[in-house]
């Protein structure tokens, strides 16, 4: 069975730092493209971040470039969102989502960790 599961979230005061974890099962996650979204309550989904599956090129929306950081860790299977100088407009639930190389459709998708930022 392919699966996605992140880990990671929780609380934490404005310009602190959490690092998130998307794990996967039944692939490897270097043959895919990983996106990291999130949608806080009452808003549309966003898309957050992307890692290639060819380059490990990364892809930013403006709202945390500077601050978030996407990597992969082949060996353990894994891609990381690390992200810092957390914001309260940061809260939101977040996923890792995969898609093949060349698609713009992500097939697979985790079922999202809690980030809330408030002091």
């Known amino acids: 069975q392919l699966r996605l599961v992140e880990s990671g979230g929780g609380l934490v005061q404005p310009g602190g730092s959490l690092r998130l974890s998307c794990a996967a099962s039944g692939f490897t996650l270097d043959e895919k493209a990983i996106g990291w979204f999130r949608q806080a309550p009452g808003k549309e989904r966003e898309g957050v971040s992307c890692?290639?599956?060819?380059?490990?090129?990364?892809y930013y929306t403006d709202s945390v470039k500077g601050r978030f950081t996407t990597s992969r860790d082949n060996a353990k299977n894994k891609v990381y969102l690390q992200m810092n100088s957390l914001k309260p407009e940061d809260t939101a639930v977040y996923y890792c989502?995969?898609?093949?190389?060349?698609?713009?459709?992500?097939?697979?998708w985790g079922q999202g960790t809690q980030v809330t930022v408030s002091s």
């Open positions: 989502a995969a898609r093949s190389a060349g698609s713009t459709k992500y097939d697979y």
């Open positions: 890692i290639s599956s060819a380059d490990g090129s990364t």
